[in-house]
Every structure is written in C-alpha cells, then in structure tokens.
C-alpha cells in the first residue's frame, strides 16, 4: 500500500530572501527531509529565480533533496461576485410573470421556478400535458395551499445558465 505524504503548497515568498513572489512569476520548489526523525516529515522551500542562480544551484547535483522543479505562481482567482437578491423580489418578478406566452417570459419564469424551488420557497408537485400539447408544472408556494402552474419550455442546461445569467444581469440592474 502506498504511502500519502502531505506537502504544503506553496507559501508564495522566497525561501532565501522572504521576498513575496508576483503572479506568474517562475519559481524554483525543493522537497527535503525535515528537521526530525519523523520518516514522513517533509519541508518544501521555494526560491526566487535570482536567489536560486545566486546559491550556485542551477545545474547541481540536488544536496539531500528529495525533489527539485520549476513552477510558476499562480495568478489570484478573480472571486465571484456575490450579491443578494432579496426573495421577496424573486416571488414578486415570479408572479407578475404568471400567463405570460412570450418564449423569453415562458423561460424567464420557468428558471424562476428553478431558482424558487432550489431555495425551497417552491414545492413541486406535479406535472402534466396541457391541451396544446405542453408540459405544465404544478407547484405551490411553501406554507400555502394555492397552486401555481409552470410551463415547462425544455431547455437544455446552456439555454437555462444563458437566461439565468440575463435573469443576474437584470436583478443586478446592469441592464
């Protein structure tokens, strides 16, 4: 059975100079034994190119090092923006779409619903097939009795995130 062996990633400073490395920026990453006689104890280092060239190590034979490579800092992830979007203004946009025939408003409510139903303000009950031949969803708004109907407009899931994303943009008032 293999052995697992936890190696931290990278701290994003320079072992030799404590200089903070930029994105993107090449770095050179040791693995050695650590300080104690713990057998599964490791210690990476990571040194900034010139550090790394100044010690004499390019090309040298690795000195009690397990491992040796080149890497790359990575660029920071761009966090997503979060906003909040109160439910009340969800079920309100969700009503005023009630009998709306439009195909952008049949889709519009149908992620509504979606979007409803996933933060369980919506129960689904049921569907069935209405006389001109579409799917109609029976649902109900939680804590009460009165049913609401949904068309069903099958869409696939890049139609669903393309009408949410225009659903975010109008809610965040980019429109």
């Given amino acids: 059975m293999a052995k697992e062996y936890n190696i931290i990633r ?11 490395m930029q994105p993107e920026e090449e770095f050179v ?23 790394w060239q100044a010690a004499g190590e390019e090309g040298r034979e690795p000195s009690g090092r397990l491992g040796t490579w080149r890497s790359r800092m990575p660029a920071p ?3 997503p923006k979060r906003t909040f979007v109160d439910d009340e203004l969800l079920l309100e946009f969700f009503r005023r779409l ?19 139903m996933r933060k369980k303000l919506l129960v689904y009950d049921g569907s ?9 969803w029976s649902l109900h708004l939680r804590g009460e009795t009165e049913t609401c109907k949904v068309v ?7 139609k669903i995130a393309e009408v949410s994303r225009q ?9």
Wanted: glycine content about 8%.
């Fill in 10 to 20: 990278t701290a994003g400073r320079c072992s030799a100079c404590d200089r903070q």
């Fill in 29 to 51: 990453a040791t693995v050695r034994p650590g300080e104690s006689d713990d057998d599964e104890q490791f210690l990476r280092e990571d040194f900034c190119l010139s550090c």
């Fill in 77 to 79: 992830r761009e966090k």
């Fill in 98 to 116: 009630e009998g709306a025939d439009e195909p952008a408003r049949v889709q519009l409510r149908f992620v509504l619903a979606l979007i409803l």
């Fill in 128 to 136: 069935h097939a209405a006389g001109d031949g579409r799917d109609v």
């Fill in 152 to 158: 069903d407009p099958h869409m696939d899931d890049e």
């Fill in 167 to 175: 659903l975010g943009d109008v809610l965040e008032g980019e429109l």
